[in-house]
């Protein structure tokens, strides 16, 4: 029953900005930390970065450091990642995870659970 849905994908121009939605249900997602991740074509599942359940903490993998920001809005219990500057080699599917571990927050796929089903990115002009 715990349940997350992403949204927000699409087609965007390199330099380009989009927001992805990770959005809850079947829990309260303000309690969890969230993970997100991606996988492109012919690729491994990689991290993408985590925020805390407080907000507060936030990792970020290298290849995305300074061009994503996470944030969550705990009214509509939804996780958000900001992305900006977008790249070709952005494109990917992108999923969001909560841990297996509570209060975990990493970048290892295999750490989390209760993928959602994803949601396309694809940067192109």
């Known amino acids: 029953q715990l349940q997350l849905v992403e949204s927000g994908g699409g087609s965007v121009q390199p330099g380009g900005s989009l927001r992805l939605s990770c959005a809850a249900s079947?829990?309260?997602?303000?309690?969890?930390?969230i993970g997100w991740f991606r996988q492109a074509p012919g690729a491994e599942r990689e991290g993408v970065s985590c925020?805390?359940?407080?907000?507060?903490?936030?990792n970020y993998a290298d290849s995305v450091k300074g061009r994503i920001t996470l944030s969550r809005d705990n009214a509509k219990n939804t996780v958000y990642l900001h992305m900006n500057s977008l790249k070709p080699e952005d494109t990917a599917v992108y999923y969001c995870?909560?841990?297996?571990?509570?209060?975990?927050?990493?970048?290892?796929?295999?750490?989390?659970?209760?993928w959602g089903q994803g949601t396309q990115v694809t940067v192109s002009s």
């Open positions: 995870a909560v841990p297996r571990l509570f209060r975990l927050c990493g970048l290892s796929p295999k750490d989390f659970r209760s």
């Open positions: 079947g829990f309260t997602l303000e309690h969890y930390a």
């Open positions: 925020i805390s359940a407080s907000g507060g903490t936030t």
